[in-house]
């Protein structure tokens, strides 16, 4: 009697082994998927703003921005037909940010994720001499090579800092980091952000506000927020990075 159940034992044992094994690698699987394509960590959707999913890896996103940047139609087009009407929208809103004394022709500038560089063209045409851009693709002599998240400066470094491409940036949190640390004590920094339409395929996420953004600068308080028209984006946010207080 024993030896008859010990090999129905073992037959139905190792039936159970044979189907449960394929479906616990097909659970495997579907959650390494999971992990590949999903936001990364630290940048997961969150209220006003969330992030795009479908980035295999850092190297993907960059990949995919660098499509945009190294485009030769485009290229030819922001060098060409849409130069001198880009620097000419540029430099109203840099002399209207001039006359609110939030930039001055003495100010240190970085234009961020500036392409070919327009708004660093348009800063110094407005009298900001010390002005220069960071793009993925350098541009010279306006645009320097460098990841707005990982800025190549060092700490204190600006007094203005503008960028057009939050939209852009697939980790917020670094992409306001660095401008908060490369920015002066009194530095003043300006974005301008789409809140009221989606922004391109090459935007990495997406904002319904600017509280995420008010809650990012930890270290910078509010100047104003307004409505522009700016290539697509029709927000402006300025921030002013709070001054050290000594103490007594």
Not at 68 to 88: E, F
Not at 213 to 220: Q, Y
Request: aromatic share 12%.
């Amino acid at each position: 009697m024993k030896t008859k159940t010990k090999p129905l034992f073992l037959k139905y044992f190792f039936f159970s082994l044979f189907v449960s094994i394929p479906i616990l690698l097909l659970f495997s699987f579907q959650s390494l998927r999971r992990k590949t394509t999903d936001p990364p960590p630290g940048n997961q959707p969150s209220g006003d703003l969330r992030i795009r999913p479908g980035y295999t890896s850092y190297e993907a996103y960059l990949q995919l921005q660098l499509n945009k940047t190294l485009n030769p139609k485009l290229r030819k087009i922001w060098t060409t037909r849409d130069w001198d009407r880009k620097i000419n929208v540029f430099a109203q809103f840099f002399q209207d940010l001039k006359q609110k004394q939030l930039l001055k022709n003495e100010s240190k500038a970085l234009c961020i994720g500036a392409r070919v560089g327009q708004e660093v063209e348009a800063l110094r045409r407005v009298g900001v001499a010390d002005s220069v851009g960071i793009d993925l693709v350098p541009y010279p002599p306006l645009v320097l090579k460098g990841d707005f998240h990982n800025q190549p400066f060092k700490n204190d470094t600006f007094d203005f800092e503008f960028s057009n491409v939050f939209d852009h940036a697939l980790y917020p949190d670094k992409f306001v980091g660095e401008i908060e640390r490369t920015l002066r004590p009194g530095g003043v920094c300006v974005l301008h952000v789409a809140l009221s339409r989606r922004s391109d395929k090459y935007s990495a996420n997406d904002l319904y506000s600017v509280r995420p953004l008010t809650e990012m600068f930890g270290r910078s308080e509010v100047v104003h927020v307004r409505t522009v028209d700016g290539f697509g984006l029709d927000t402006e946010v300025v921030f002013r990075k709070k001054k050290l207080i000594g103490r007594s």
